[in-house]
T-cell receptor, first 114, second 115 residues
Framework: GENVEQHPSTLSVQEGDSAVIKCTYS??????FPWYKQELGKRPQLIID?????GEKKDQRIAVTLNKTAKHFSLHITETQPEDSAVYFC?????????????FGQGTTLQVKP | GAVVSQHPSWVICKSGTSVKIECRSL??????MFWYRQFPKQSLMLMAT?????????EQGVEKDKFLINHASLTLSTLTVTSAHPEDSSFYIC???????????FGPGTRLTVT
Protein backbone atom coordinates (compact mmCIF):
# COMPACT_ATOMS: atom_id res chain seq x y z
CA GLY A 1 0.00 0.00 0.00
CA GLU A 2 0.86 3.67 -0.01
CA ASN A 3 3.75 4.67 2.22
CA VAL A 4 5.15 8.08 3.09
CA GLU A 5 8.59 8.49 4.61
CA GLN A 6 9.54 11.76 6.33
CA HIS A 7 12.95 13.06 7.42
CA PRO A 8 14.35 14.26 9.69
CA SER A 9 12.40 13.22 12.77
CA THR A 10 13.75 16.19 14.70
CA LEU A 11 15.18 19.48 13.51
CA SER A 12 16.66 22.28 15.56
CA VAL A 13 17.50 25.63 14.00
CA GLN A 14 18.37 29.10 15.16
CA GLU A 15 15.79 31.81 14.77
CA GLY A 16 16.12 33.36 11.33
CA ASP A 17 17.62 30.29 9.73
CA SER A 18 15.84 28.11 7.18
CA ALA A 19 14.34 24.69 7.83
CA VAL A 20 13.82 21.94 5.27
CA ILE A 21 11.77 18.79 5.75
CA LYS A 22 11.68 16.06 3.14
CA CYS A 23 9.18 13.35 2.28
CA THR A 24 9.08 10.52 -0.20
CA TYR A 25 6.00 8.61 -1.30
CA SER A 26 5.56 5.22 -2.85
CA UNK A 27 2.37 5.46 -4.91
CA UNK A 28 3.14 7.09 -8.25
CA UNK A 29 -0.60 7.81 -8.66
CA UNK A 30 -0.59 10.19 -5.69
CA UNK A 31 -1.50 13.67 -6.81
CA UNK A 32 -2.14 15.76 -3.70
CA PHE A 33 0.47 16.59 -1.07
CA PRO A 34 -0.50 18.68 1.96
CA TRP A 35 1.68 19.76 4.86
CA TYR A 36 0.31 20.13 8.36
CA LYS A 37 1.53 21.84 11.49
CA GLN A 38 0.43 20.35 14.78
CA GLU A 39 0.94 21.87 18.19
CA LEU A 40 0.77 19.71 21.27
CA GLY A 41 -2.73 18.46 21.93
CA LYS A 42 -4.20 20.35 19.00
CA ARG A 43 -5.59 19.43 15.62
CA PRO A 44 -3.33 19.39 12.55
CA GLN A 45 -3.50 22.66 10.63
CA LEU A 46 -2.97 22.81 6.90
CA ILE A 47 -0.13 25.20 6.13
CA ILE A 48 0.40 24.56 2.44
CA ASP A 49 -0.44 21.98 -0.17
CA UNK A 50 0.61 21.16 -3.69
CA UNK A 51 -0.92 19.21 -6.51
CA UNK A 52 0.96 17.02 -8.91
CA UNK A 53 0.56 19.39 -11.85
CA UNK A 54 2.70 21.99 -10.08
CA GLY A 55 6.40 21.78 -9.21
CA GLU A 56 6.58 24.50 -6.60
CA LYS A 57 4.28 26.64 -4.50
CA LYS A 58 5.08 29.47 -2.13
CA ASP A 59 3.15 31.27 0.56
CA GLN A 60 5.15 33.99 2.33
CA ARG A 61 7.86 32.20 4.36
CA ILE A 62 6.68 28.73 3.42
CA ALA A 63 7.31 26.89 0.17
CA VAL A 64 6.82 23.36 -1.05
CA THR A 65 8.57 21.67 -3.94
CA LEU A 66 7.53 18.48 -5.70
CA ASN A 67 9.62 16.12 -7.80
CA LYS A 68 7.21 13.63 -9.33
CA THR A 69 9.92 11.65 -11.06
CA ALA A 70 11.76 11.01 -7.83
CA LYS A 71 8.51 10.85 -5.85
CA HIS A 72 9.58 13.28 -3.21
CA PHE A 73 8.43 16.63 -1.93
CA SER A 74 9.88 19.09 0.54
CA LEU A 75 8.77 21.84 2.87
CA HIS A 76 10.93 24.94 3.14
CA ILE A 77 10.48 27.47 5.93
CA THR A 78 12.58 30.60 5.69
CA GLU A 79 13.33 33.16 8.39
CA THR A 80 12.16 30.81 11.08
CA GLN A 81 10.57 32.20 14.22
CA PRO A 82 10.07 30.59 17.65
CA GLU A 83 6.35 30.27 16.94
CA ASP A 84 7.21 27.95 14.05
CA SER A 85 8.21 25.37 16.67
CA ALA A 86 5.77 22.44 16.32
CA VAL A 87 5.44 19.01 14.75
CA TYR A 88 5.11 19.05 10.98
CA PHE A 89 3.54 16.25 8.97
CA CYS A 90 3.60 15.64 5.26
CA UNK A 91 0.88 13.57 3.63
CA UNK A 92 0.00 12.13 0.27
CA UNK A 93 -3.32 11.34 -1.27
CA UNK A 94 -3.63 8.47 -3.68
CA UNK A 95 -5.69 9.05 -6.75
CA UNK A 96 -7.02 5.54 -7.04
CA UNK A 97 -9.89 5.79 -4.59
CA UNK A 98 -10.53 9.50 -5.00
CA UNK A 99 -11.97 9.58 -1.47
CA UNK A 100 -9.39 12.05 -0.25
CA UNK A 101 -7.71 9.42 1.93
CA UNK A 102 -4.42 10.76 3.29
CA UNK A 103 -1.35 8.81 4.28
CA PHE A 104 0.85 10.71 6.73
CA GLY A 105 4.57 10.78 7.19
CA GLN A 106 6.08 10.10 10.58
CA GLY A 107 6.37 13.75 11.53
CA THR A 108 9.21 16.19 12.19
CA THR A 109 9.58 18.02 15.46
CA LEU A 110 10.93 21.47 14.63
CA GLN A 111 12.51 23.52 17.36
CA VAL A 112 13.41 27.12 16.61
CA LYS A 113 15.80 28.52 19.18
CA PRO A 114 15.54 32.23 19.93
CA GLY B 1 -15.10 28.38 6.40
CA ALA B 2 -15.17 24.68 7.10
CA VAL B 3 -15.53 23.86 10.75
CA VAL B 4 -15.42 20.37 12.22
CA SER B 5 -16.25 19.71 15.84
CA GLN B 6 -15.71 16.68 18.03
CA HIS B 7 -17.38 15.70 21.23
CA PRO B 8 -16.26 15.03 23.85
CA SER B 9 -12.87 16.72 23.85
CA TRP B 10 -11.67 14.32 26.49
CA VAL B 11 -13.09 11.28 28.25
CA ILE B 12 -11.97 8.89 30.96
CA CYS B 13 -13.61 5.51 31.11
CA LYS B 14 -13.14 2.22 32.89
CA SER B 15 -11.77 -0.82 31.17
CA GLY B 16 -14.50 -2.89 29.55
CA THR B 17 -16.90 -0.03 28.92
CA SER B 18 -17.76 1.59 25.59
CA VAL B 19 -17.20 5.18 24.55
CA LYS B 20 -18.82 7.10 21.72
CA ILE B 21 -17.10 10.01 19.99
CA GLU B 22 -19.00 12.34 17.68
CA CYS B 23 -17.62 14.21 14.70
CA ARG B 24 -19.69 16.95 13.11
CA SER B 25 -19.17 19.18 10.10
CA LEU B 26 -20.82 22.40 11.22
CA UNK B 27 -21.09 24.46 8.06
CA UNK B 28 -20.78 22.03 5.19
CA UNK B 29 -21.88 18.60 4.10
CA UNK B 30 -19.18 15.98 4.33
CA UNK B 31 -19.48 13.13 1.89
CA UNK B 32 -16.57 11.40 3.55
CA MET B 33 -15.20 11.48 7.06
CA PHE B 34 -12.02 9.91 8.31
CA TRP B 35 -11.03 8.64 11.73
CA TYR B 36 -7.44 8.75 12.91
CA ARG B 37 -5.68 7.62 16.03
CA GLN B 38 -2.55 9.32 17.31
CA PHE B 39 -0.38 7.95 20.08
CA PRO B 40 2.00 10.29 21.93
CA LYS B 41 4.85 11.54 19.75
CA GLN B 42 3.61 9.54 16.80
CA SER B 43 1.93 10.28 13.51
CA LEU B 44 -1.74 10.15 12.62
CA MET B 45 -2.75 6.64 11.72
CA LEU B 46 -5.83 6.30 9.56
CA MET B 47 -8.30 3.91 11.14
CA ALA B 48 -11.21 4.04 8.74
CA THR B 49 -12.99 5.95 6.01
CA UNK B 50 -16.63 6.68 6.63
CA UNK B 51 -19.11 7.44 3.87
CA UNK B 52 -22.62 8.63 4.55
CA UNK B 53 -25.16 5.84 4.30
CA UNK B 54 -22.69 3.03 3.74
CA UNK B 55 -20.39 0.82 5.72
CA UNK B 56 -17.06 2.21 6.78
CA UNK B 57 -13.87 1.01 5.17
CA UNK B 58 -11.33 -0.02 7.78
CA GLU B 59 -7.58 0.04 7.38
CA GLN B 60 -5.62 -3.14 7.74
CA GLY B 61 -5.17 -4.12 11.36
CA VAL B 62 -8.10 -2.10 12.68
CA GLU B 63 -10.80 -4.27 14.27
CA LYS B 64 -14.14 -3.21 12.86
CA ASP B 65 -16.06 -4.95 15.65
CA LYS B 66 -14.13 -3.00 18.24
CA PHE B 67 -14.23 0.40 16.55
CA LEU B 68 -17.78 0.88 15.34
CA ILE B 69 -18.30 3.71 12.89
CA ASN B 70 -21.67 5.13 11.92
CA HIS B 71 -22.03 7.89 9.35
CA ALA B 72 -25.73 8.57 9.73
CA SER B 73 -25.89 11.90 7.93
CA LEU B 74 -23.80 14.22 5.81
CA THR B 75 -22.80 16.16 8.92
CA LEU B 76 -22.30 13.47 11.57
CA SER B 77 -20.07 10.46 12.00
CA THR B 78 -19.60 8.57 15.25
CA LEU B 79 -16.83 6.28 16.47
CA THR B 80 -17.65 3.89 19.28
CA VAL B 81 -14.78 2.20 21.05
CA THR B 82 -16.29 -0.98 22.45
CA SER B 83 -14.93 -2.89 25.42
CA ALA B 84 -12.19 -0.33 25.84
CA HIS B 85 -8.83 -1.35 27.26
CA PRO B 86 -5.93 0.77 28.52
CA GLU B 87 -4.08 0.23 25.23
CA ASP B 88 -6.94 2.03 23.46
CA SER B 89 -5.97 5.20 25.29
CA SER B 90 -5.05 7.65 22.57
CA PHE B 91 -5.91 10.88 20.80
CA TYR B 92 -8.70 10.25 18.29
CA ILE B 93 -9.11 12.80 15.50
CA CYS B 94 -11.71 12.95 12.79
CA UNK B 95 -11.61 14.87 9.55
CA UNK B 96 -14.20 15.72 6.97
CA UNK B 97 -13.92 15.96 3.26
CA UNK B 98 -16.01 18.07 0.94
CA UNK B 99 -16.81 16.36 -2.31
CA UNK B 100 -14.79 17.75 -5.16
CA UNK B 101 -12.16 19.31 -2.93
CA UNK B 102 -8.91 17.75 -1.82
CA UNK B 103 -8.50 19.40 1.54
CA UNK B 104 -9.52 17.60 4.73
CA UNK B 105 -10.82 19.60 7.66
CA PHE B 106 -9.80 18.23 11.02
CA GLY B 107 -11.73 18.15 14.26
CA PRO B 108 -10.05 19.23 17.49
CA GLY B 109 -9.55 15.64 18.65
CA THR B 110 -10.74 13.56 21.59
CA ARG B 111 -8.37 12.43 24.30
CA LEU B 112 -9.44 8.98 25.51
CA THR B 113 -8.01 7.56 28.70
CA VAL B 114 -9.01 4.06 29.72
CA THR B 115 -8.30 3.15 33.33
Amino acid sequence: GENVEQHPSTLSVQEGDSAVIKCTYSDSASNYFPWYKQELGKRPQLIIDIRSNVGEKKDQRIAVTLNKTAKHFSLHITETQPEDSAVYFCAASGAASNTGKLIFGQGTTLQVKP
Amino acid sequence: GAVVSQHPSWVICKSGTSVKIECRSLDFQATTMFWYRQFPKQSLMLMATSNEGSKATYEQGVEKDKFLINHASLTLSTLTVTSAHPEDSSFYICSAHKQGLREQYFGPGTRLTVT
